[in-house]
């Protein structure tokens, strides 16, 4: 049930783009992106619900490919709050999930001036 | 809005011990809350999801007698860990939501049974 994420560790200068992405092996009703920073819990960044929806917050949007069963969050210009541990929680297509969330294994993004 | 609250923060106890961790949602009415746990570095694995009022929904491999889950108002989960041991020590993060929509992650309680 856990999404694969890719990179598992990103370095970039203040300003740099980049890309994460978030992969399932299961169909996907929906795709929700958390930014965790060390000892705090994650933050709601945004949550995609139809294939082929794009969403953005800030410099931060996202895609859902449902066919692809696959999501991707582009930061782009980054800036230093922008460091922290990114994760993908996939929501399994069909039947009550009850919203039930499965995390990948996070994307430590970090950010140098 | 959408602000979870978990309480402890941090508890150390004995081996043996039973510890409650309490998960509310301070601004909303949560018709859904769900327990995770996170080892160090690793990523978020859901244990259980509980709706108000009824029984909880454990993972498969979670023990449902050694994690106990009382979701006793919609506003109130609790997670007891039961006879803990040194292996259960972790960070238990709580989130809560309405109606199956985005989760809001409580701050965390770190765990560490000596």
């Known amino acids: 049930q856990q999404p694969v994420q890719s990179p598992q560790a990103v370095i970039l200068r203040e300003g740099e783009d980049a890309v994460i992405n978030c992969s399932s092996s299961k169909a996907l009703y929906s795709v929700h992106w958390y930014r965790q920073k060390h000892g705090e819990a994650p933050v709601f960044l945004m949550i995609l619900l139809k294939g082929g929806e794009q969403k953005g917050h800030e410099k931060i949007s996202a895609s859902f490919n449902e066919k692809k069963q696959q999501s991707s969050l582009y930061l782009t210009a980054s800036q230093l709050s922008y460091s922290g541990t990114y994760f993908c929680g996939t929501e399994p297509a069909g039947g009550s999930t009850l919203g039930r969330l499965y995390f990948g294994r996070g994307t430590q993004l970090t950010v140098w001036p | 809005g959408a602000v979870v609250s978990q309480h402890p923060s941090w508890v150390i106890c004995k081996s043996g011990t039973s510890v409650k961790i309490e998960c509310r949602s301070l601004?909303?009415?949560?018709?859904?809350m769900f327990w995770y746990r996170q080892f160090p570095k690793q990523s978020l694995m859901l244990m259980a999801t509980s709706n108000e009022g009824s029984k909880a929904t454990y993972e498969q491999g979670v023990e449902k007698d050694k994690f106990l889950i009382n979701h006793a108002s919609l506003t109130l989960s609790t997670l007891t860990v039961t006879s803990a041991h040194p292996e259960d020590s972790s960070f238990y993060i709580c989130s809560a939501s309405q109606e199956e929509e985005t989760q809001y992650f409580g701050p965390g309680t770190r765990l560490l049974v000596l």
């Open positions: 601004d909303f009415q949560a018709t859904t």
